[in-house]
């Protein structure tokens, strides 16, 4: 069973830095996706990045790009996210998803730009970014 639990949410002032980890476990192969999505209140949830567990090529949305870094720890089953010089607006709820990659699927950015393609989420982590 695929479980993927995340933790690292906070309360921070505008500016400052937190890290997201997210556990995974319960995939047999070695080739999936693990992504970070989140949603703002009254908002639809968007895309933030996403990591290769096989090569570890990673995708960012353009907005995130330059402020938020994903990296993997396989040995620990485990995906971080780098959130540094947070802004308000990056007030959401944080969600981990992975999945394996489709057959036809041969990028993370392909695999990435569509929220369909994951099956498995965690629970959320909050993360507030206010003064």
């Known amino acids: 069973q695929v479980q993927l639990v995340e933790s690292g949410g906070d309360l921070v002032q505008p500016g400052g830095s937190l890290r997201l980890s997210c556990a995974v476990s319960?995939?047999?192969?070695?080739?999936?996706?693990i992504g970070w999505f989140r949603q703002a209140p009254g908002k639809e949830r968007e895309g933030v990045s996403c990591i290769s567990t096989s090569d570890g090529s990673t995708y960012y949305t353009n907005s995130m790009k330059g402020r938020f870094t994903i990296s993997r720890d396989n040995a620990k089953n485990t995906v971080y996210l780098q959130m540094d010089n947070l802004k308000p607006e990056d007030t959401a709820v944080y969600y981990c998803?992975?999945?394996?990659?489709?057959?036809?699927?041969?990028?993370?950015?392909?695999?990435?730009?569509?929220?369909?393609?994951?099956?498995?989420w965690g629970q959320g982590t909050q993360v507030t970014v206010s003064s």
């Open positions: 319960g995939f047999t192969k070695d080739k999936y996706a």
């Open positions: 998803a992975a999945d394996l990659f489709p057959v036809w699927i041969t990028s993370i950015q392909s695999m990435c730009t569509t929220m369909g393609h994951f099956g498995y």
